[in-house]
């Protein structure tokens, strides 16, 4: 697994400034702050990793203490510092969703220069919807128009209905009278887009456009009602997607790896990571990639960072999911469960081979 360049399939890009200790922090996971009386993110199984196998990337003994780590990566400032852990990352290739817009980020190419890496869009449904002037009435025609340019050269779409609506959606395509109507609705609101026919609307476009659909499901910041993105609720959704044959991808899953897993089993087009998950669980991520691999074929697990602003979330992301992969097998062939050349085969399908397959690079980054 350490020979292997593995392939992140969700992430997204990089702040460039450079970070104090509160914006660091702020960056270093899913919550914004840990208030007043929480303490510091610092302590946290994240934040170990990133004391133990992060300080030595940037020339400090492991486990230095967090100012020494902040002051050492603002003496390298922010440049060296994303190059060097995108670096040691060790990708092939990182699959980028750009409709985070907060912020100016790295642009694609980049991130593809500081990692060495190639580096392919994957385009946000609801940002294209955003896109999209005009009538209610000539919405569902723009809208497929609009994708059909932004996909051009994306290799997947996404949608982050679970940030809006929540993952409780239909199962068939809406009428064009019932977008119409819905469009109407939204565009008068003057609100973002979370309505449940809208969402659909837009899934549905993208299946018709046959490239790989990514759905944020579980685990994500404060924005999301939890309860309303465990992937069971995508049931009906996936059962209907199924005879397309276009590939969906659940993303991070966690605490709903193992339904994922099961879906992922039960449906031949539905495939799954527990990117987010392996960086902020730290030296417990081989927990939970051994529950997802308790039912998912191999050949439907992925990687991905989900790695957003901070440079360390790429390499943790990697470093741990490595880490935690080299455990499980390794036990399995020393338990005579498998084979050398099984866990190898595992390895490379999880680490790399699956993208490469599902997204369609078999050609283009075959090496
Ligand atoms: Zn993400």
């Known amino acids: 697994v350490d020979a292997l360049l593995l392939i992140d399939h969700h992430c997204h890009s990089l702040v460039t400034r450079d970070l104090d200790r509160d914006s ?6 899913e919550g914004s702050t840990p208030g007043p009386l929480g303490g510091s993110y610092f302590d946290s199984l994240l934040g170990l990793a990133v004391r133990r196998w992060c300080a030595p990337v940037l020339d400090l003994p492991a486990h230095a203490p967090p100012e020494d780590y902040l002051d050492r990566r603002a003496g390298l400032g922010a440049a060296e510092v994303n190059r060097r852990f995108l670096r040691a990352a060790e990708l092939a290739a990182l699959y980028v969703d750009t409709g985070i817009t ?17 580096t392919a869009e994957v385009v946000r449904l ?6 999209v002037d005009g009538t209610a009435a000539g919405f569902a025609q723009a809208f497929r128009e609009r994708l059909a340019v932004r996909a051009r050269n994306a290799i997947g779409v996404k949608s982050i209905a679970a940030y809006r609506h929540g993952l409780a959606l239909g199962a068939r395509p809406p009428s064009r009278v019932e977008v119409t109507a ?7 609101s003057g609100t973002t887009l979370a309505d449940e026919t809208l969402h659909r609307f837009l899934i549905w476009s993208a299946v018709d456009l046959g490239l790989p659909i990514q759905f944020h499901v579980g685990y994500g910041d404060q924005d999301l009602d939890l309860d ?14 199924e005879p397309t044959g276009v590939p969906v991808m659940l993303l991070h899953n966690y605490p709903f790896h193992r339904e ?12 799954m990571d527990v990117g987010l998950a392996v960086h902020n669980t730290g030296r417990r991520a081989k927990n939970v990639l051994a529950e997802a691999m ?14 957003y602003g901070l440079a360390e ?3 943790l992301g990697a470093l741990l999911f490595r880490r935690a992969l080299t455990e499980l097998l390794a036990e399995g062939v020393a338990d005579g469960d498998l084979t050398d050349a099984d866990a190898a085969r595992i390895a490379a399908l999880v680490g790399a081979g699956n993208a490469r397959r599902v997204y369609g690079r078999d050609a283009a980054t075959a090496r």
């Open 313 to 315: 979330l790429y390499y």
């Open 260 to 271: 994922a897993a099961y879906l992922a089993q039960v449906f031949s087009n539905v495939f």
């Open 126 to 131: 609801e940002q294209v919807a955003d896109e």
């Open 24 to 29: 660091f922090e702020g960056l270093l996971n």
């Open 228 to 241: 309303q993105v465990n992937p069971l609720l995508l049931t009906h959704l996936l059962r209907a997607i």
């Open 182 to 188: 819905a469009a109407g609705r939204w565009m008068a």
């Open 294 to 307: 308790e039912l998912v074929p191999f050949g439907k697990l992925l990687f991905s960072s989900d790695a």
């Open 102 to 118: 907060a912020e100016p980020l790295l642009d694609l190419q980049a991130l593809g220069a500081a990692a060495g890496a190639e």
